[in-house]
């Protein structure tokens, strides 16, 4: 075990994967309504259109496949520190603005 794994187990405290940070870090982010976004903008990295990505999630939700994975990825978020507006599927994949880079 490393001296930070080392120290982690020490306090208590799970380590955990990269990806699950990330997650929690997208869960905390808030989910935006179609109310507080223009239907014709899109997602700075996919291009998918605010409109569609909403409709998709309306489809998820009404769906026996919607649970927690599914709604950590599914709407729109807007980064805290930013402002920038992302499809929470991208936010999964990074935990950085694109557009700040």
Not at 56 to 69: I, M, P, T
């Amino acid at each position: 075990m490393g001296a930070s794994r080392s120290h982690e187990h020490r306090r208590g405290l799970i380590p955990i994967t990269t990806q699950d940070r990330i997650r929690l870090f997208v869960l905390q982010l808030p989910t935006l309504t179609p109310k507080d976004v223009h239907p014709d903008d899109s997602c700075a990295i996919c291009l998918t259109g605010f409109s569609s990505i909403f409709a998709d999630e309306a489809e998820l939700k009404a769906s026996d496949d919607f649970d927690v994975d599914t709604e950590v990825e599914s709407g729109i978020t807007r980064l805290v520190g930013c402002g920038h507006l992302f499809c929470r599927k991208e936010s999964v994949d990074r935990s950085s603005c694109l557009n700040n880079r």
